[in-house]
Nanobody
Framework: VQLVESGGGLVQPGGSLRLSCAAP????????IKWFRQAPGKEREAVSC???????????SYARSVRGRFATSRDNAKATAYLQMSNLKPEDAAVYYC???????????????????????WGKGTQVTVSS
């Protein structure tokens, strides 16, 4: 599965961005999709997770640092996941990566491993810069 992120860029504090993660040609709805980020000198952090379709019901979970500001969603028909980021802060600046974990018909993201460093496929990332 090839994952292609897009939508990064420069935004002022308080602004918004929407990242996309496309996975053309895949059985996309069988995968849980996670977003990670990594800033220079910092550990990689799992930001969000959205479960697969059907019984997974696309349920979501978020890191405490972004809860209430970020929202992840998916469009299985387009084989694309999204990360809507609002009220961005300078500390949100990082390279954002999407990752896919094969987990059909399961609400994986609501469980204890939802934000774990666990995945099958990894994208190349997109840079998000938050600065005035």
């Amino acid at each position: 599965v090839q994952l292609v992120e897009s939508g990064g860029g420069l935004v002022q504090p308080g602004g918004s961005l929407r990242l996309s993660c496309a996975a053309p040609g895949s059985t996309f709805d069988d995968y849980a999709i996670k977003w990670f980020r990594q800033a220079p000198g910092k550990e990689r952090e799992a930001v969000s997770c959205i479960s697969s379709g059907n019984s997974g019901n696309g349920r979501t979970s978020y890191a405490r640092s972004v809860r209430g500001r970020f929202a992840t969603s998916r469009d299985n028909a387009k084989a694309t996941a999204y990360l809507q980021m609002s009220n961005l802060k300078p500390e949100d600046a990082a390279v954002y990566y999407c990752a896919a974990l094969w987990m059909p018909n399961a609400d994986y993201c609501s469980g204890p491993k939802g934000l774990a460093d666990e995945y099958d496929y990894w994208g190349k990332g997109t840079q998000v810069t938050v600065s005035s």
